[in-house]
Every structure is written in structure tokens, then in C-alpha cells.
């Protein structure tokens, strides 16, 4: 709202120093909205630079190549080695609820859900995007959650958390189906945590039902 | 395998009638590619039909606008208001796995799985897309479940259904993660059945967990 269409088209030069954070974030931004919108192998720097309104050679400057920058763009809101041991930690007979909470937050925060969808819709978008995604943030929410569970099956398990919370975030923000895309964002943590509890602690399929935990 | 690079090359007249359903079929194969590739907007029929080997006038002859292309190749491989009430029928405490086992199939069949990433990336793709897909695909699908549940709350529920399922296509068969994404289909199934339980018949949040069934 406070930025006119002339400040936009306007060079921006002022207050925009190598370093300058502000600078940065809106290079991320522009790269986000780039690679949604174009994947990654379409997206250019110099057309990112061009939204971002800076010289491309500053987005070489901060980011080395493209694969820098998308890696940088496409860095989760949250770092999940951080979050997820702190989220899963308590009772874990309630970790679903937990979790499902913390996921639904991230989705329905702007910011954070901004992120989400530039990542989702660039590893749709593509298949480099998909190999680089599934390497840094496949891998760390994998980690996070196998660190938390210590199953022998948690590999599964957190892929399955992923895969349900991935398509919550889908349906919800992507798709917008509804009632889910306005229901209240305690009610859907309400309908995933016995979902995502399941994955965490729930008995594997075929096991005997009766001789667990 | 059996297609040389000289014969896709060469333009493909013999046994290509109009009506003829190889020839309708090549069009919505590389039209579910281009859509997937190109997105919605970017997409041309000019396009689809050079990927095809036909003339335009071909593709315009069988699906009348872009739209109409779109909508026929978006074609879910299986009719949600004839497949749903037959899966839910029966043991509503076995549903679960019955529909688990059902979605994980379509997902893992080749064909119906390339039309499902066709699907998937479209509407991840572009908006007008997943307005299409909206009430083309969701509607149906909450529909059948909606009518074999009968709920009041079965369209949250069967959204929730929904979220499920292409969460686990995402994760398993576009961003194929590991183990997810070389497990077993009935692993997969046996896996999911107890989430799609819950989603389908399970107390839904804040009720009294006392109070239920």
C-alpha cells in the first residue's frame, strides 16, 4: 500500500548498498515469486534482478549463481534440525497435537506461507528443483524427526508427516478447496493431530494390535 | 522403445482419422504434458498438437477451445461419483483401508498417474488452473464422499480425505521421497488406512471422546 506504481518502476537506488538487508529480502522475494511462477530452469537472475529493482551483478554478488539463489529463496521459514526436536520434545503421546499446531502456524503465516508455495510449486514445477529440494529440506525435516523418534522406522514415519502436512498445505492453500480453506486454523491442527500421532507413535501396519507400546 | 527419433519426427498421417481414439488420445497425452510443463497459460493447442504429430485443426475438431482441451485431459482416470460410494460401501470401520488401498492403486498405476501429476502440476502451476480443478475434481470427490458419509461435517472431511491422498502422491511420486517413495503399495496403504479412518469416521476435535459411537 505504500509503494506507488512510480516508486516500483523507479530504479532503487538509494538506501540499497551491498549488504543492505532490505536489499537482500526483496532479491528473496523476487526470486520466490520467479521460480513459482516460472521454475526453476525458466527463471533468470537478470530477470529477478529486474523485479527486485537491482543490477543483476548485486544479486551475483550476494547469491554466486543461480543455484545459490534459489537455494537461498527456498530455505524453509523455520530450521527444521532446530524446531522439530523442540516441537516433538514433552509427552509424546501428544506430539501429534504438537505438531500439527506448529504446521498449520507456518502454512497459515503469510510470510512463512509465501515460502512454502515458491517451494512447492518449483518442485512441481520441475525436476532440479525437486532433487534440490528433497536434498536440503527433505533431508533436515527427515533428520529432525528420526532424531525425535529414534524408531528404526522413523525414516517412513517422517515421510509420512511430511507427506500429510505437504498436502494439507496443498489442499488448503494451493487448491483452497473448501470448507478446509477457511475452517479455523485450530480446527484443521484438530483433524491432523490424530493423523500426524499416528505416524509419529502409531502401531506399523501388520503389527499385532495388541502387542505394542 | 519402438519409436525411432525419424519416426516421431515424420508427421504421422497413416491410421490417424479424426474419431479415431489413438489420435485423441495422442492429443490428451501431450496435452496433459504441455500443461504439466508449460502450465496453463503458456500452454497453446499449436503446441499440443506439433507434440502429438497432428494438424491443429485436429485438436480444435475434438475439444473445441483451449479449455475444453484442458478439461478433457484433466479427466480424473476414474469417476469419483461412481468410484467413491463403491470403495466406502461396506464395514464403515474397514473404509479406511479400502480407500487407502484404492488411492495408493490410482497413484501407483503408470497411466493414472500420469494424468494425476498432469493434474497436480497445473493447478500447482497456475491459478485459473486450480480454479478449474476446483470444481471439476473437489467437487466430485466431496460429492462421493459426501454421500456416502452423510455427515453434516463430511465436506471438511472429505476435503481432509482429499489432502491426504495428494499429499502422499506429492511426496511419493513428485517429490519421491525416500523411503515413501520405494515402499510397498500395500505398505503405503496399510500406512495411510488408519489417517483416512480417522478422516472418515472419526470423532471429529473438541467432541467428548467419551460421548462417541
Redesign the interface.
Known amino acids: 500500500m505504500m509503494n506507488s506504481a512510480s516508486d516500483r518502476a523507479a530504479p532503487r537506488r538509494s538506501g540499497r548498498r551491498p549488504g543492505d538487508s532490505g536489499t537482500r529480502d526483496a532479491i528473496l522475494t523476487a526470486a520466490r515469486d520467479a521460480f513459482a511462477a516460472d521454475?526453476y530452469e525458466r527463471a533468470t537472475m537478470r530477470g529477478v534482478a529486474r523485479a527486485a529493482g537491482v543490477d543483476p551483478a548485486l544479486v551475483l554478488h550476494f547469491f554466486g549463481s543461480k543455484q545459490g539463489l534459489f537455494e537461498a529463496a527456498m530455505t524453509p521459514p523455520f530450521d527444521p534440525a532446530e524446531a522439530l526436536p523442540r516441537v516433538l520434545a514433552g509427552d509424546p503421546g501428544t506430539a501429534g497435537l504438537r505438531l500439527a499446531t506448529f504446521a498449520v502456524g507456518i502454512w497459515d503465516a503469510p510470510e512463512s506461507r509465501r515460502i512454502l508455495l515458491g517451494i512447492?510449486?518449483a518442485?512441481?514445477?520441475d525436476e532440479r528443483a525437486?532433487e534440490m529440494?528433497?536434498a536440503m529440506i527433505?533431508g533436515a525435516l527427515?533428520a529432525g524427526i528420526t532424531a525425535a523418534l529414534g524408531a528404526p522406522d522413523a525414516?517412513?514415519r517422517a515421510?509420512?508427516v511430511?507427506?500429510?502436512?505437504?498436502?494439507?498445505g496443498?489442499?488448503?492453500h494451493?487448491?483452497?478447496?473448501?470448507?478446509?480453506a477457511s475452517?479455523a486454523g485450530a480446527?484443521v491442527?484438530?483433524?491432523?493431530?490424530?493423523?500426524l500421532q499416528?505416524?509419529l507413535t502409531?502401531a506399523?501396519?501388520?503389527a499385532d494390535p495388541t502387542g505394542g507400546e
Open positions: 521454475g512447492v510449486r518442485a512441481t514445477s525437486a529440494l528433497r527433505v527427515t525414516p517412513l515421510n509420512l511430511g507427506a500429510q502436512i505437504v498436502g494439507m496443498m489442499a488448503r494451493v487448491l483452497r478447496i473448501e470448507p478446509l475452517a480446527t491442527a484438530g483433524w491432523l493431530a490424530p493423523a499416528h505416524y502409531g506399523a501396519p501388520g
